[in-house]
């Protein structure tokens, strides 16, 4: 079995934080950043990247998600999302799902404001009954 590293959910957040400023998004106005603890030990930031063909925009789950694979991690240990504003940033349907690839149902997915963790979902909280790399086993 891979090893967990050891989870410092403020030291993703420091992360998170440190990045979101750097979003581009200058259509939405809406700044998320995201960090992944991933199965190396190493942590990989994501922004998201608007573009003005709208739906060619990405999200900071999913550039982190990038960044992990271009990095050499394999798997997500936790992953922390960061945003502003008064509700909670959870990620869209379609990072739930990009997340699921290379997490467990288990997986934290912690949600930040700008003033630290607000909430601690597992994945499967977030994408029950999920459809993943093993449903393609016949
Ligand atoms: N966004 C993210 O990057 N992650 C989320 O979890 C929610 C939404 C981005 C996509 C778009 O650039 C902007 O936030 C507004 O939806």
Redesign the pocket.
């Given at each position: 079995m891979a090893s967990q590293p050891e989870m410092d959910f403020e030291a993703l957040f420091a992360v998170a934080a440190r990045v979101q400023p750097l979003?581009y998004?200058p259509?939405?106005r809406?700044?998320?950043g995201?960090a992944i603890l991933a199965d190396d030990g190493a942590v990989y930031p994501g922004?998201?990247?608007?573009n003005a063909a709208y739906p060619s925009?990405?999200?900071?789950?999913?550039?982190a998600i990038s960044a992990m694979i271009a990095g050499g991690g394999l798997r997500i240990a936790a992953i922390v999302?960061m945003?502003e504003g008064e509700m909670l940033?959870?990620?869209?349907g379609a990072?739930r799902q990009r997340i699921r690839e290379f997490a467990d149902p288990n997986t934290p997915v912690a949600i930040a404001g700008p003033g630290g963790i607000r909430q601690r979902f597992s994945l499967a909280e977030l994408l029950p009954a999920s459809f993943g790399p093993d449903n393609l086993r016949r």
């Open positions: 979003a998004a259509y939405s809406f700044k998320v995201a922004c998201n990247v608007e925009g990405s999200c900071a789950e999913q550039g999302v945003g940033v959870t990620p869209c990072c």
